[in-house]
């Protein structure tokens, strides 16, 4: 079950319907948003301003080890107060990593897998309802053209 609102946000809608409600309200219709809870607690701040998460590869080291999660607005809020603008612009690059996963998705497109994010293959291909020559067939009763000479009908 995806929690994340990034991924939700760009999930297919099959499996945003099938998410229960932070909430526990009814299901979604097709045209509504998928609620996002924002809570961020004195604690979380505290949490954000860390200054060893926000350093590029300790930062990653450092939340795996301890098991703690910043949330992305924080880890980009971080970036920008602990290594100004170029620290927000590679925080936020290194969410856009983190979140959609381009090395994994490539490696599954390489090995044949299916992606994960987008919408499963469907179980059988679609079926034509005829087959080229009863299309072209009917195609020739309709325009009233005659099939040529020694041409099967």
Do not use: C, K
């Not at 998928?34 to 926000?54: E, K, Q, Y």
């Not at 999660?69 to 971080?78: I, Q």
């Amino acid at each position: 079950m995806l929690t994340d609102p990034l991924r939700l946000s760009i999930a297919p809608p099959h499996v945003w319907q099938e998410t229960p409600m932070p909430d526990g309200g009814p299901p979604l219709a097709e045209d509504a948003a998928m609620p996002i809870a924002g809570r961020l607690t004195f604690r979380d701040v505290l949490r954000g301003l860390n200054p060893l998460h926000h350093l590029p590869v300790l930062g990653s080291i450092y939340r795996g080890a301890t098991g703690e999660e910043v949330p992305a607005p924080m880890r980009v809020l971080g970036g920008a107060l602990f290594g100004g603008p170029i620290g927000m612009l590679i925080a936020a690059a290194t969410l856009a990593v983190e979140q959609f996963q381009p090395v994994q998705r490539l490696r599954l497109s390489l090995e044949g897998r299916p992606d994960p994010f987008l919408d499963p293959p469907p179980a059988d291909p679609p079926r034509l309802a005829a087959t080229p020559a009863e299309a072209l067939a009917a195609y020739r009763r309709w325009t009233g053209v005659p099939p040529p000479p020694g041409a099967v009908a």
